[in-house]
């Protein structure tokens, strides 16, 4: 889901342009997704993408560790499983890559794209804007 592109004209806290600032959240996957998270203390749109590049980023994890169990099962099927346990591995890194690639995109041009599943985690992750928020954080 797709939320309407805040101004990212300004600056955030970190001092970078908030979409510069979002797209590197995503560089270095939940590391640098933490860092900005912490570090940021004004825009939402930054909070949103650092928050998001912790949640895509543990999952991709998860999923990850999930498959290395599965191909170990896998091993055990001659010739067959071996191919089922690699294609099943590209396919997660190729996966992985280019969802990495698009949300640095999104973010870059200032969008708040929500990746699925967990886009909406991240969403909770960021506290909803008050009355007296700046047009940077809509």
């Known amino acids: 889901m797709s ?3 805040p101004d990212v004209a300004g600056t955030s806290s970190t001092g970078l342009p908030a979409n510069v600032a979002g797209a590197l959240a995503y560089v270095l996957g939940p590391i640098t997704g933490v860092v900005f998270y912490v570090l940021e203390k004004d825009s939402r749109f930054v909070r949103f993408h650092a928050a998001q590049s912790i949640t895509v ?16 099962v896998l091993a055990f099927i ?4 071996w191919i089922v346990a690699l294609l099943l591995s590209l396919g997660l890194g190729l996966l992985g890559f280019v969802l990495w690639l698009m949300l640095m ?3 870059y041009n ?5 990746a699925p599943i967990a886009g909406p985690f991240a969403r909770k992750m960021v506290p909803h804007t008050s009355a007296n928020t700046t047009p940077l954080d809509r």
């Open 3 to 5: 939320h309407p592109a």
């Open 105 to 107: 995109w999104k973010a």
């Open 110 to 114: 200032g969008a708040e794209w929500e």
């Open 78 to 81: 001659p010739v067959l499983g």
């Open 57 to 72: 980023g543990v999952a991709l994890i998860v999923l990850s560790i999930a498959l290395s169990i599965l191909g170990t």
